[in-house]
DNA sequence: CAGATAAATTCACATATATGTACATCTTCC
DNA sequence: GGAAGATGTACATATATGTGAATTTATCTG
């Protein structure tokens, strides 16, 4: 069950952080076609909690820095090394595309750090998006890291769904792209989730943290090329990962 | 009416933000007192919006990166010019006491950066923070910028309570104080509204926000100095505003 | 400076939602 | 290796909560 109050929080941010200017109870209230009786409400409990103030008279309302505070003292814990967010830089600027570092979460996958491609046709990937983890080259690429244990209790979770042509619809199917991939010395996905959409990916762990990296853009021009974009990518961790680490 | 769902997002965020480590569903239960089977709707509604994720299996839940990104976005708009945080920053250690800028929200005075005294007994106060924009030093820095029907305005909102023997519990009460404040030079408080804590603030309008800085600290440190410190506050700002601003 | 219009706020009630209970799954310790 | 305990998940139901309508307050317009 969805929490909705919980999502209208999230709602309200990612529109200030889209927008980027106060918005009065009424803009906000129409633009996502609310009561305005309930984003009434809703506002009062975030200014009453110190995460919303009103710049300007009249002007309407905007987060306070309290939000900055909380989420840098949350992420100054064990944040990524400096050099991962230099491999998806330079893997996004030598192919052209979107790179991502990829985590776990239950039976998906989230974009821990995203840099995206500069090509008008791109795969569009925020930090925070989620992508189901057998489905997925970045997901794949983190199933590799678990003892077959780990992946049995995942697939037993796992709803198998036709997401396109390619998709694993099967424990099996997904074992064995597994198996085609270490084999391949590298993760592969040809629209398997989303539609048009290719990447190449392999497993990044980090200390003991199960992470991946992937590269991903439109079939037709990653298509082609796969197995070299794989190569840069391991060849792109080799040149970056202090060598003393895992 | 307070939402509460709205307002345990934000709980769990500051719960995060302080243990800086993975929770487990069943600890985050315990730690509020919620049921787990709310709790479960709660994280399993933050984890699908890409909010929350886990790091490693078993270990439990961690904010995504994505509330820094978005703090980011929010807060890179109108940044505060990097003098004011030198400002307090100064004022913090030449006082040694804690210093803020404050900013209106509605009958209540937000502080939007701190810097705290590294004093054992200290003013505690974070970003986010919220105090009666009437009872306070700071908070009256805010109303010396409004014009007299703002200030109404503001007056008829405010439910006057004798926080303590000092409080100002009527419009002429604050009115009289303001132009107290005037002729003096700057705006103070005694334990106008929390016990045993002075300060002494002044506005600091910047472009067309209006916002104040304060420095506040115990009564007995601050109480037989208020002047110095006033002026004080007043030279560092006078040396650290760039001529050409308002 | 009215009178009109729009925005913000309040409140009582129907309903969407949080939770108690039951079940499944995983972990631990003997 | 197996049983007890802890943790995570599903669902029906009573109740806390969101909302429509009414009221108050602010803002525009001629």
Same mark, same amino acid.
């Given at each position: ?6 999502a ?5 941010m ?23 009786? @309930? ?48 491999l ?11 790179a @991502? ?15 995206e ?35 049995d @209790? ?9 997401y ?16 085609? @991939? ?12 989303s ?41 792109t ?6 060598k003393?680490?895992?």
């Open positions: 069950m969805i929490v909705r109050q919980a209208n929080v999230l709602e309200i990612e529109f200030f952080a889209q927008s980027r200017k106060p918005a009065t109870l009424a803009e906000i209230a129409d633009h996502f076609g609310w009561p305005r009786s @309930s984003t009434f409400n809703l506002l009062a409990t975030l200014s009453e909690k110190g995460y919303l103030y009103e710049p300007r008279p009249r002007a309407g309302f905007y987060p306070t820095p309290r939000w900055l505070a909380m989420a840098r003292m949350i992420s100054e814990v064990e944040p990524l090394p400096p050099w991962t967010h230099q998806i830089s330079d893997l996004s600027a030598e192919t052209g595309e979107t @991502s570092i990829v985590a776990p979460a239950g039976v998906m996958a989230v974009f821990i750090d995203v840099v491609s500069a090509a008008a046709i791109r795969y569009f990937a925020t930090i925070g998006h989620r992508v189901p983890i057998h489905a997925t080259a970045s997901g794949r690429a983190l199933l590799l890291q678990y003892s077959q244990e780990e992946r @209790s995942v697939y037993r979770k796992i709803e198998f769904k036709q396109g042509p390619s998709t694993p619809i099967s424990i099996e199917a997904v074992e064995t792209e597994l198996r085609n @991939s270490i084999a391949r010395g590298y993760c592969q996905s040809f629209g398997d989730y539609r048009d959409l290719a990447g190449a990916a392999i497993p990044l762990p980090i200390g003991d943290r199960r992470l991946s990296v992937v590269v991903a853009g439109p079939e037709f021009r990653i298509g082609p090329k796969v197995g070299e974009v794989a190569a840069l990518i391991a060849r961790v080799d040149r970056l990962r202090p003393a680490s895992a």
